[in-house]
């Protein structure tokens, strides 16, 4: 065996770095692995995403150090959020942060913004290991430890051994598999396709989603005269809206979006996003546990898969260190099921619930609209509800390392 461990992370995405920044400083030592090059990992490419964080999230951005390596125009705020459903002019249901003791619902910032500011914070942090180009080959759980081997071409396999194995290799991933748990994957049969466009008129910081009948249309304010584009239909439109020149695509979502931010720009490539989602069957396993889109890959429409991922390395985090506090083994099995238990309360309704919104508005039958209509009616005129997920957005939280000032 060539090192010792107390966590290897596969996949060092945003989830797997925020969960080895968040180990290491807690005193944890953690070898993080990835396929990409060092060059992709430290200087991600554009992907079109652009992530709208909660309140919590942000708080646990901060604990870590990477909302501070945040450029300030790479931040943008949502400042409100409204529905639109179909034809109308109005909003159906509309939300704000008034009363919630904040002055905006959250954030929106780039994902390879932060994918960077993840990487160049965790290079930095004694304690963690980071491997580039490394392909896992083979896991192994044992009641005493969890052994990985990888391979970086050329040369003979290495292999690596922890106290425990952390997946966090995305909603398709190869490690869940080899831990032999199961996913419920739901493919919704839809693409949605991302990119940001320039405007001449102010977004005054304010989100929309758009519910159409062929598309959905949702804009996401960004920094500056730019907002963050998403329309999701069906596959075969979403490659003839791909293939469209950009004026023209331009022009179709100045007309959706009823000209509010006037003549629009297309900045940059538009890039497409088939729909798949997955709910993991367990969250942990012998000496293992499964984290970010691995363990909840969620439909984008409600913007909460990243926020979801930062609550699971939370909630992981915090259990290890308990575990510690209480001289237990963090790979033990009822350290593991605490975990479970936590992410599986955080998650089950927002999953299930954001898969129920995605499928009625992808239906553009008569029934599913006039359902919308009475939804959305309900939803608006229910301040407990409002109340709820509006608290959901602003509510305090995210991560506290032991020692670390409330
Ligand atoms: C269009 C779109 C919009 C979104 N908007 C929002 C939003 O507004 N708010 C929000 O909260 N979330 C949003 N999300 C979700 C968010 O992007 C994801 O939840 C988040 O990126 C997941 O991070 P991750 O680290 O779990 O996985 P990933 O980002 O997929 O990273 C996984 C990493 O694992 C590596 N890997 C994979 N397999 C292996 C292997 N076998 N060996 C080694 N390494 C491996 C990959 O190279 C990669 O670096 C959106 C998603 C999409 C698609």
Excluded at 301 to 310: D, I, K, P, Q, R
Excluded at 362 to 377: C, D, E, V
Excluded at 391 to 405: E, H, N, S, V
């Amino acid at each position: 065996m060539q090192q010792d461990r107390d966590v290897l992370i596969v996949g060092a995405g945003p989830t797997g770095l925020a969960l080895a920044i968040a180990l290491a400083d807690a005193g944890f030592t953690a070898t993080v692995l990835d396929a990409q090059p060092r060059e992709a990992l430290a200087a991600p490419a554009e992907d079109g995403r652009d992530i709208a964080l909660t309140h919590a999230s942000v708080a646990t951005l901060r604990a870590l150090g990477l909302w501070q390596r945040l450029l300030p125009e790479e931040i943008g705020r949502i400042r409100e959020a409204r529905v639109m459903d179909g034809d109308r002019q109005h909003s159906a249901l509309s939300f704000n942060a008034h009363g919630h003791g904040a002055d905006a619902l959250g954030w929106i910032v780039p994902n390879h913004a932060l994918r960077r500011v993840s990487f160049a914070a965790a290079a930095q942090r004694p304690g963690l290991r980071l491997m580039d180009s490394a392909q896992a080959l083979r896991i192994g759980t044992l009641s005493t430890h969890a052994e990985l081997e990888f391979g970086t071409s050329p040369g003979a396999p290495h292999h690596l051994r922890g106290r425990l194995l952390v997946a966090a290799d995305s909603r398709c991933s190869w490690s869940r598999r080899q831990l032999g748990i199961a996913a419920d994957m739901h493919d919704f049969g839809r693409t949605m396709i991302v990119c940001r466009m320039q405007h001449d008129l102010p977004h005054d910081d304010v989100a929309y989603e758009c519910f159409g009948y062929e598309r959905t249309l949702a804009v996401l304010p960004a920094a500056g005269h730019v907002s963050s584009v998403v329309v999701t239909t069906d596959a075969a439109a979403a490659a003839q809206l791909l293939a469209l020149p950009e004026r023209a695509f331009a022009t179709l979502v100045e007309r959706q979006f009823r000209g509010r931010l006037g003549r629009m720009q297309l900045l940059g490539q538009r890039f497409a996003y088939p729909l798949v989602a997955a709910y993991a069957s367990r969250f942990a396993a012998l000496r293992s546990a499964l984290v970010g889109d691995a363990a909840v890959g969620m439909h984008p429409v409600t913007a909460h898969g990243y926020n979801l991922g930062l609550q699971s390395i939370t909630s992981l985090t915090h259990a290890l260190c308990a575990a510690r506090a209480a001289n237990q083994d963090i790979g033990a099995a009822t350290v593991l099921a605490g975990y479970e238990r936590r992410h599986r309360r955080d998650s089950a309704l927002i999953y299930h619930g954001t898969n129920a919104v995605a499928k009625l508005y992808a239906s553009t039958g008569a029934p599913q609209r006039f359902a919308r209509q009475l939804i959305l009616r309900a939803a608006q005129h229910l301040p407990p509800l409002k109340a709820a997920i509006t608290a959901r957005l602003t509510g305090q939280g995210g991560l506290q390392l032991p020692g670390a000032a409330p």
